[in-house]
């Protein structure tokens, strides 16, 4: 604290500092979980490092990625959402019904279901912020309400658990090439939803760790009360959060659309802990203030990597659930034993 | 010269319980208000009035001259009242760095480029820190790595920083030791000479008697005196404050229960 013991002090900041700032960064024990998997499944499949499974991971993770990125926001604001799963799923199923019933451009159906899927996400941060019930509570709530709805208004319109076709309907190739076309790169042949994530990855890192709402959620979900008396708008950050995820939402549920032209009603129950998992992976803690976006687009390629990685090796799928528990498990451990180490004094 | 902040007979209920009643307090720029009271004397609602987490139902509240009625902790600090609450001053997992600015970031740039000034931000609190004699290794650190006492006058640092007119502090040494207690009192008083006005609330009137310049005492929600200090001495206050006759009736029901208070030691019983 004395004048003289600032010179020393600010050497040692200077060489701990590096080793601090990464041993604190929250992918810290994501990457090196990923390093371990991609070099696992090297050894024992070996078809694992050609172009082309790379893709086949790539695209696997992405599915996953562009929902664990607002869901990892939406941690770090200290809520959970499980109604994200079948979210994608009503998105999907709105963009379908809407254009096929209306007969109307493909375009219309998908700018109604993203006006649909924003109103669902409103009400799970309204109704969170308003009655201060725990988010677990009114997600659930959400979750089981679409699960009906997805299911009951699909039957009662098309007659069946799937929406009717609108392959051939005006606007439908346009809406693919955005949602659900494929580019090649180099010789290798990418999904577009790949570049949706990238990007989704890039921007919510950008507004977390450099805009002023990103600080707001990490203080929302590190201390709400504390955010509010120094002027946070805590009720405005956690609604936009949860609007963040319905956009998300949005994207797969219009890829899910667009890869086949037909929704299964059923789809989507229980992807929602899929993200969570990516998230958690990829350091955002359970209880809030403390993640990175880039941590869950490391969880979902991990995620990605596994669920792809098994079927290459030729081992029976029926594991693959296993895999994704212990290394949630590991990860979870990993992290904290991370934190705690760099959090010491 | 009109006080910065006055408030006259304000009650608060919530439903049918009274919280507080007729409390009349003024804060004068450069001077510290003491607000003293045991636990459930209605100090917190107190200072949730003034901070503008809920409104008074009765009495006036005035801000340099004007009456309000806030509606929301922003609104208190664009007035210039800033509150430093004990356990919630901070959000622990954050740098030191974002929580000394937060709500009130610095950008630059515009449109969607309009983004933190993360480098002036920096720069800026480990100047403020250093400025009231706290050294940080690292202003990257976890706020939740510094001492309760340097938390508090991180919180304190940051409200002078912001311009703040009045500094209300919720018990900002109820958790300390006896030399962080020193520390955070030797802000308090930086702040006031600073030209600010200083609402202090505590339960420990030796720490108030220190710096106070007015004591306002609270008793299950009611007002139970308000003195200048030149009015009263720090054993009255004490007295006042641990409920005067209820302290002689329990040194009275101490001393039958067999305790010594003559000072004779006794080595019975232990």
Known sequence: MSAEATAPADERLLRRGILRRLMGRPELGSVVGAAAVFVFFSFVAESFLQTSSLSTVLYASSTIGIMAVPVALLMIGGEFDLSTGVMVTSSALVSSMFSYQMTANVWVGVGVSLLATLAIGFFNGFMLTRTKLPSFIITLGTFLMLTGLNLGFTKLISGTVSTKTIGDMEGFDSARAVFASHLTLGGVDLQVTILWWFGLVALATWVLLRTRVGNWIFAVGGGSDAARAVGVPVNKTKIGLYMGVAFCAWISGQHLLMSYDVVQSGEGVGNEFLYIIAAVIGGCLMTGGYGSAIGSAVGAFIFGMTSKGIVYAQWNPDWFKFFLGAMLLLATLLNAWVRKRAEAK | ?270
């Open chain 2, 1 to 270: 010269m009109t006080a910065l902040v006055e408030l006259t007979d304000v009650s608060k209920f919530y439903g049918n319980i009274r919280a507080l009643e007729g409390v009349s307090l003024e804060v004068h720029a450069g001077e510290i208000t003491c607000v003293l009271g045991d636990n459930g004397a209605g100090k917190s609602t107190l200072i949730k009035i003034i901070a503008g987490l809920h409104r008074h139902d009765a009495g006036t509240f005035t801000i340099e001259g004007e009456e309000v009625r806030l509606d929301s902790p922003r609104e208190a600090l664009d007035r210039g009242i800033a509150t430093v609450y004990q356990d919630l001053a901070v959000v622990p997992l954050m740098p030191v760095w974002r929580n000394f600015f937060l709500g009130s970031e610095p950008t630059k740039g515009a449109g969607p480029f309009k983004r933190l000034d993360v480098a002036k931000m920096r720069e800026t609190t480990r100047s403020e820190l250093l400025r009231m004699g706290i050294d940080l290794r690292d202003v990257d650190q976890p706020i939740g790595t510094l001492s309760g006492g340097e938390r508090q006058c991180v919180a304190i640092a940051r409200a002078v920083y912001f311009g703040a007119k009045v500094l209300v502090l919720d018990e900002p040494t109820a958790a300390l030791g006896v030399k962080q207690s020193g520390v955070v009192l030797k802000y308090v008083a930086a702040a006031r000479d600073a030209g600010l006005g200083v609402v202090l609330i505590t339960h420990n009137p030796h720490h108030a008697y220190l710096v106070g310049d007015r004591f306002v005492l609270l008793k299950r929600g009611a007002m139970a005196g308000s003195h200048a200090k030149s009015e009263i001495a720090l054993d009255e206050l004490t007295r006042q404050m641990a409920g005067g006759s209820e302290l002689d009736q329990l040194s009275h029901e101490l001393a039958r229960a067999g305790v010594a208070t003559d000072g004779e030691p006794s080595d019975k019983g232990m």
